[in-house]
């Protein structure tokens, strides 16, 4: 049996954790540089005419006449709660699976007791407890059938308490007769549209399809899904991520830029960053891909983007010889007079760092891999880019992305700890 435990509106619980003022009220969380409303919880979403993935400058009476709390994105508060969710699922079995930022499979055969519904609803009661986070809880067979079982406990949590368990051949066909098939897991957008023109429009419709003709038409990872809805389990739990073939980052600018040397520094940023999860995973980089545009929006402002992929000598993951050579190669794409609105950087070509084949004309510096090791544990210790390049420059706030509604990070800076504020009561 699997169980898929789902964070219900995840950033904006986050941000109702530490504060019970928001309890049972409308929250929405926007995103980057407070652009446009990318997570909301139940209050909100209740609140018809302020969509998700709506501009906030077009909504922005409508989230004050229906007084919505409105927050920056918080990602660093958001990545320690969502560790904390995992640790705890570590509790209920010794294979966790973290597949998003707010999910997780979990391994519980042999361990889930004789009640699976009253086992599933200990571990939503031991998440919220521990964090203040709700849960969904999803159980059945196999990974696919648990994602449908997770749907259907949040979309009836009234009735099922975020709670529910696909435990008979009876529940299996109720929920996929129930479930569409553009809403099963692994079906995508085009897939979706083929299988409603043959006339198949929920998940039970797409079971009843022979073997043959989805091998045919979805390939052999259609098969795998087909055969985990008849209950055949096909996707097992990953608990080591795969190596990531590419790692990048690319961020808007809180302004339009025009100086190069602070696109610069941006940008000697960023590598900064995908060179630390490179190491993170005992890997080094062949490729690096640096790309820079102007915003497409704008209709007063000159147009223009490019990219370039330049190959390095030798494979690596030092983080001093990566910036140096994004500089050349922003060099190489930078045109003088466009106001710029986003520069980007991607690691490929990712190999292991065991297997980088060596250079005669470009040898490797003595020392490296101890210089980066040390900026990785004072980082860690001290707080994420305590120590740096000096490429990077120290004017941050002048291109760092727009944040004024960012709430506290409360759980990873001491300076913005939740404050609890006592009444003294009076001597007897």
Same mark, same amino acid.
């Given at each position: 049996?699997?169980?898929?435990?789902?964070?219900? =509106?995840?950033?904006?619980?986050?941000? +109702?954790?530490?504060?019970?003022? *928001?309890?049972?009220?409308?929250?929405?969380?926007?995103?980057?540089?407070?652009?446009?409303?990318?997570?909301?919880?139940?209050?909100? &979403?209740?609140?018809?005419?302020?969509?998700?993935?709506?501009?906030?400058? &077009?909504?922005?009476?409508?989230?004050?006449?229906?007084?919505?709390?409105?927050?920056?994105?918080?990602?660093?508060?958001?990545?320690?709660?969502?560790?904390?969710?995992?640790?705890?699922?570590?509790?209920? =079995?010794?294979?966790?699976?973290?597949?998003?930022?707010?999910?997780?499979?979990?391994?519980?055969?042999?361990?889930?007791?004789?009640?699976?519904?009253?086992?599933? #609803?200990?571990?939503?009661?031991?998440?919220?407890?521990?964090?203040?986070?709700?849960?969904?809880?999803?159980?059945?067979?196999?990974?696919? *059938?648990?994602?449908?079982?997770?749907?259907?406990?949040?979309?009836?949590?009234?009735?099922?308490?975020?709670?529910?368990?696909?435990?008979?051949?009876? !529940?299996?066909?109720?929920? *996929?007769?129930?479930?569409? /098939?553009?809403?099963?897991?692994?079906?995508?957008?085009?897939?979706?549209?083929?299988? !409603?023109?043959?006339?198949?429009?929920?998940?039970?419709?797409?079971?009843?399809?022979?073997?043959?003709?989805?091998?045919?038409?979805?390939?052999?990872?259609?098969?795998?899904?087909?055969?985990? *809805?008849?209950?055949?389990?096909?996707?097992?739990? %990953?608990?080591?991520?795969?190596?990531?073939?590419?790692?990048?980052?690319? &961020? =808007?600018?809180?302004?339009?830029?025009?100086?190069?040397?602070?696109?610069?520094?941006?940008?000697?940023?960023?590598?900064?960053?995908?060179?630390?999860?490179?190491?993170? %995973?005992?890997?080094?980089?062949?490729?690096?891909?640096?790309?820079?545009?102007?915003?497409?929006?704008?209709?007063?402002?000159?147009?223009?983007?490019?990219?370039?992929?330049?190959?390095?000598?030798?494979?690596?993951?030092?983080?001093?010889?990566?910036?140096?050579? #994004?500089?050349?190669?922003?060099?190489?794409?930078?045109?003088?007079?466009?106001?710029?609105?986003?520069?980007?950087?991607?690691?490929?070509?990712?190999?292991? +760092?065991?297997?980088?084949?060596?250079?005669?004309?470009?040898?490797?510096? !003595?020392?490296?891999?101890?210089?980066?090791?040390?900026?990785?544990?004072?980082?860690?210790?001290?707080?994420?880019?305590? /120590?740096?390049? #000096?490429?990077?420059?120290?004017?941050?706030?002048?291109?760092?992305?727009? %944040?004024?509604?960012?709430?506290?990070?409360?759980?990873?800076?001491?300076?913005?700890?939740?404050?609890?504020?006592? &009444? !003294? %009561?009076?001597?007897?």
């Amino acid at each position: 049996m699997v169980a898929l435990i789902d964070c219900n =509106s995840f950033y904006a619980s986050c941000e +109702q954790v530490f504060r019970p003022d *928001l309890w049972g009220k409308p929250v929405v969380v926007l995103s980057n540089n407070d652009g446009c409303v990318i997570a909301a919880n139940r209050e909100a &979403k209740a609140l018809t005419d302020i969509p998700m993935f709506e501009p906030v400058f &077009k909504i922005r009476e409508q989230l004050k006449a229906h007084q919505v709390n409105v927050f920056s994105s918080n990602y660093a508060f958001y990545g320690e709660m969502s560790q904390r969710v995992m640790n705890i699922l570590h509790q209920f =079995s010794p294979q966790v699976e973290v597949y998003s930022i707010d999910e997780s499979f979990i391994d519980v055969t042999g361990i889930i007791s004789a009640d699976a519904t009253a086992y599933a #609803a200990q571990i939503r009661d031991r998440v919220y407890r521990y964090t203040g986070l709700p849960v969904g809880v999803g159980v059945a067979k196999t990974k696919v *059938l648990a994602k449908a079982a997770n749907r259907i406990a949040k979309k009836f949590h009234r009735q099922l308490n975020t709670v529910y368990v696909i435990d008979t051949e009876e !529940k299996r066909i109720k929920a *996929l007769k129930w479930l569409k /098939v553009e809403d099963v897991w692994g079906i995508g957008r085009q897939h979706a549209k083929r299988l !409603k023109s043959i006339g198949v429009h929920t998940a039970y419709e797409f079971t009843k399809l022979s073997a043959g003709w989805v091998r045919r038409h979805m390939t052999v990872v259609g098969l795998r899904i087909w055969d985990e *809805l008849n209950g055949r389990p096909r996707l097992g739990i %990953q608990e080591m991520p795969k190596p990531k073939k590419g790692i990048g980052t690319a &961020k =808007s600018f809180g302004r339009p830029l025009e100086d190069l040397g602070l696109i610069e520094e941006a940008c000697a940023y960023y590598i900064s960053e995908v060179a630390e999860v490179l190491r993170a %995973q005992k890997s080094c980089a062949t490729f690096i891909n640096v790309f820079l545009h102007t915003n497409r929006f704008s209709v007063k402002d000159a147009q223009y983007s490019n990219s370039i992929t330049i190959t390095l000598p030798v494979a690596t993951n030092d983080t001093l010889r990566l910036i140096a050579s #994004a500089k050349k190669a922003l060099y190489q794409i930078y045109k003088p007079g466009y106001r710029y609105k986003k520069v980007g950087v991607c690691l490929l070509g990712i190999v292991p +760092q065991e297997f980088v084949q060596g250079n005669l004309f470009h040898p490797e510096k !003595k020392n490296v891999q101890a210089l980066m090791e040390t900026f990785d544990r004072l980082n860690y210790k001290y707080g994420k880019a305590k /120590v740096y390049s #000096a490429l990077c420059g120290n004017r941050k706030k002048e291109w760092q992305l727009i %944040q004024e509604e960012r709430g506290p990070r409360y759980t990873t800076r001491w300076d913005e700890l939740a404050v609890i504020h006592t &009444k !003294k %009561q009076p001597p007897a």
